[in-house]
């Protein structure tokens, strides 16, 4: 996959896989396994950054404990404002930005909180901020997650999806053209123009720009 021009991975989605357990086997208590720890140092060494999104709460403290470069979490959320399992404690938070990495914000409806009134940009912008403050506003970015066109186009193509089409996306923000509405609600709660630019894309070009294809 390096050789193809792959610098992001993740080594697991919900369920498991020969790696690592995903989010939705937390129950299981899995760190990875010795094929895990072995990708993720090859991953260093070839400079492809490690994506802690969807690892299972176990795994991801086993990265952290090994991890000797930064680590990315391309679309999470925070668990202190929603308690779903794929969104990331305040310790995890603290963790991954304690390697350098940044943690990028997912829309997804569902993780966003468990009251689907809730479910509104406001609520992701309540995603970011509490994160900045974690972590301090050098380390958060947006990682979308825009699946309803992919769910449309492609999972219903061929079996029955997974969730109705209008829960897939925040009214809005079913792709890139709702980005705006993000800037907006930051600019009226009083967030500074550098700072938004920090969060809407600077932090994590800093860090793509840095660390990818960095081998060591």
Known sequence: MHRLGVRIASIAHLGRTQLADGSAEDAAGSRLTAAGVEALAEMERLGVLFDVSHLGAAGVAHVLEIATRPVLATHSGARALC??????????????????????????????????????VDRVVDHILHIADVIGIDRVGLGPDFIKEVDQDLVRRCCEGPADADELA???????????????????????????????????????????????
């Open 170 to 216: 925040l009214p809005g923000l079913e792709g890139p053209g709702g980005l705006p509405l993000i800037t907006r609600s930051l600019t009226e709660r009083g967030v500074p123009e550098d700072a938004v630019l920090k969060i809407l894309g600077r932090n994590l070009l800093d860090l793509l720009r840095a660390n990818l294809g960095r081998s060591g």
């Open 83 to 120: 308690d779903h399992h794929r969104n990331l404690t305040d310790d995890q938070l603290r963790a991954i930005a304690a390697t350098g990495g940044t943690v990028c914000v997912n829309f997804y409806p569902e993780f966003l909180s468990a009251d689907p009134a809730e479910r509104t």
